[in-house]
Protein backbone atom coordinates (compact mmCIF):
# COMPACT_ATOMS: atom_id res chain seq x y z
CA UNK A 1 0.00 0.00 0.00
CA UNK A 2 2.50 2.57 0.71
CA UNK A 3 4.56 1.72 -2.11
CA UNK A 4 1.67 2.01 -4.22
CA UNK A 5 0.64 5.69 -2.70
CA UNK A 6 4.51 6.67 -3.54
CA UNK A 7 4.44 5.27 -7.07
CA UNK A 8 0.98 7.38 -7.78
CA UNK A 9 2.11 10.49 -6.12
CA UNK A 10 5.84 10.40 -8.28
CA UNK A 11 3.75 10.15 -11.55
CA UNK A 12 0.99 12.95 -10.54
CA UNK A 13 4.61 14.97 -9.96
CA UNK A 14 5.88 13.83 -13.55
CA UNK A 15 2.79 15.22 -15.13
CA UNK A 16 2.18 18.21 -12.92
CA UNK A 17 5.58 19.58 -13.55
CA UNK A 18 5.19 21.19 -16.95
CA UNK A 19 1.91 22.39 -16.43
CA UNK A 20 3.24 24.52 -13.69
CA UNK A 21 6.59 25.64 -15.32
CA UNK A 22 5.20 27.88 -17.64
CA UNK A 23 3.97 29.80 -14.81
CA UNK A 24 0.97 32.81 -15.13
CA UNK A 25 0.94 34.48 -18.22
CA UNK A 26 1.69 38.38 -18.41
CA UNK A 27 -1.02 40.46 -19.03
CA UNK A 28 -2.61 42.24 -22.55
CA UNK A 29 -0.78 45.31 -21.89
CA UNK A 30 0.19 47.72 -19.78
CA UNK A 31 3.46 49.17 -18.07
CA UNK A 32 3.46 46.65 -15.08
CA UNK A 33 5.30 43.93 -16.94
CA UNK A 34 7.59 46.34 -18.37
CA UNK A 35 11.41 46.44 -17.15
CA UNK A 36 12.00 50.57 -15.36
CA UNK A 37 14.81 50.49 -18.77
CA UNK A 38 12.56 49.51 -21.24
CA UNK A 39 9.83 51.89 -20.23
CA UNK A 40 12.06 54.87 -19.79
CA UNK A 41 13.52 53.90 -23.60
CA UNK A 42 9.75 53.58 -24.90
CA UNK A 43 8.79 57.08 -23.37
CA UNK A 44 12.04 58.64 -24.80
CA UNK A 45 11.74 57.40 -28.20
CA UNK A 46 7.50 58.17 -27.91
CA UNK A 47 8.98 62.24 -27.24
CA UNK A 48 11.32 61.68 -29.99
CA UNK A 49 8.71 60.92 -32.79
CA UNK A 50 6.52 63.74 -31.61
CA UNK A 51 9.39 66.23 -31.95
CA UNK A 52 9.89 64.62 -35.40
CA UNK A 53 6.32 64.74 -36.18
CA UNK A 54 5.87 68.60 -35.00
CA UNK A 55 9.35 69.68 -36.79
CA UNK A 56 8.09 68.25 -39.91
CA UNK A 57 4.75 69.73 -39.85
CA UNK A 58 6.38 73.17 -39.06
CA UNK A 59 9.18 72.83 -42.09
CA UNK A 60 7.42 70.83 -44.41
CA UNK A 61 8.84 68.05 -46.03
CA UNK A 62 9.31 68.93 -49.91
CA UNK A 63 12.09 68.61 -52.12
CA UNK A 64 15.05 71.01 -51.68
CA UNK A 65 16.33 73.05 -54.77
CA UNK A 66 18.01 71.20 -56.42
CA UNK A 67 15.30 68.10 -56.03
CA UNK A 68 13.36 71.09 -57.79
CA UNK A 69 15.92 71.86 -60.33
CA UNK A 70 16.67 67.76 -61.22
CA UNK A 71 13.29 66.75 -61.62
CA UNK A 72 12.75 69.68 -63.84
CA UNK A 73 14.91 68.51 -65.88
CA UNK A 74 14.31 65.05 -66.41
CA UNK A 75 10.75 65.70 -67.27
CA UNK A 76 12.07 68.03 -70.15
CA UNK A 77 13.26 64.80 -71.34
CA UNK A 78 10.50 62.68 -70.61
CA UNK A 79 7.61 64.18 -69.26
CA UNK A 80 5.98 60.95 -67.48
CA UNK A 81 9.06 59.33 -65.80
CA UNK A 82 9.32 59.71 -62.11
CA UNK A 83 11.15 62.51 -61.23
CA UNK A 84 13.50 62.63 -57.81
CA UNK A 85 11.11 64.93 -56.37
CA UNK A 86 8.22 62.07 -56.80
CA UNK A 87 10.94 59.39 -54.97
CA UNK A 88 11.95 62.00 -52.55
CA UNK A 89 7.79 62.27 -51.60
CA UNK A 90 7.95 58.47 -52.05
CA UNK A 91 10.63 58.20 -49.26
CA UNK A 92 9.10 61.03 -46.90
CA UNK A 93 5.53 59.34 -46.99
CA UNK A 94 7.14 55.66 -46.13
CA UNK A 95 9.29 56.95 -43.30
CA UNK A 96 6.13 58.74 -41.88
CA UNK A 97 3.82 55.71 -42.09
CA UNK A 98 6.36 53.41 -40.45
CA UNK A 99 7.26 56.30 -37.50
CA UNK A 100 3.40 56.01 -37.34
CA UNK A 101 3.18 52.07 -36.63
CA UNK A 102 6.25 52.56 -34.17
CA UNK A 103 4.58 55.54 -32.23
CA UNK A 104 1.38 54.04 -31.97
CA UNK A 105 3.25 50.56 -31.38
CA UNK A 106 5.12 51.79 -28.56
CA UNK A 107 1.58 53.59 -27.05
CA UNK A 108 0.01 50.26 -27.19
CA UNK A 109 3.04 48.78 -25.02
CA UNK A 110 2.61 51.04 -22.44
CA UNK A 111 -0.88 50.64 -22.16
CA UNK A 112 -1.60 53.95 -23.70
CA UNK A 113 -3.79 52.90 -26.36
CA UNK A 114 -7.46 53.16 -26.84
CA UNK A 115 -9.93 51.58 -28.85
CA UNK A 116 -9.62 54.24 -31.70
CA UNK A 117 -5.87 53.88 -31.64
CA UNK A 118 -6.07 50.18 -31.98
CA UNK A 119 -7.80 50.36 -34.77
CA UNK A 120 -6.04 53.45 -36.47
CA UNK A 121 -2.79 51.22 -35.63
CA UNK A 122 -4.14 48.20 -37.58
CA UNK A 123 -5.37 50.21 -40.88
CA UNK A 124 -1.53 51.30 -40.99
CA UNK A 125 -0.16 47.96 -40.95
CA UNK A 126 -2.48 46.69 -43.20
CA UNK A 127 -1.57 49.62 -45.38
CA UNK A 128 2.06 49.07 -44.91
CA UNK A 129 1.81 45.41 -45.82
CA UNK A 130 -0.68 45.88 -48.97
CA UNK A 131 1.27 48.81 -50.44
CA UNK A 132 5.32 48.04 -49.64
CA UNK A 133 5.84 44.34 -48.65
CA UNK A 134 4.45 42.96 -52.34
CA UNK A 135 6.92 39.84 -53.05
CA UNK A 136 7.13 38.73 -49.31
Request: hydrophobic share 40%.
Amino acid sequence: MNLRAILISVLAALFAMPVLACGPMPSSGGTSNMSPGREKWTRKRVNELKRERQAQRQNGNGPDAGTKFISTMQQLNNPLAVTAADEHRAAVKRRNLINAIEFLSLKKERGELGPAGQAKLNALINYYRTNYMSGY
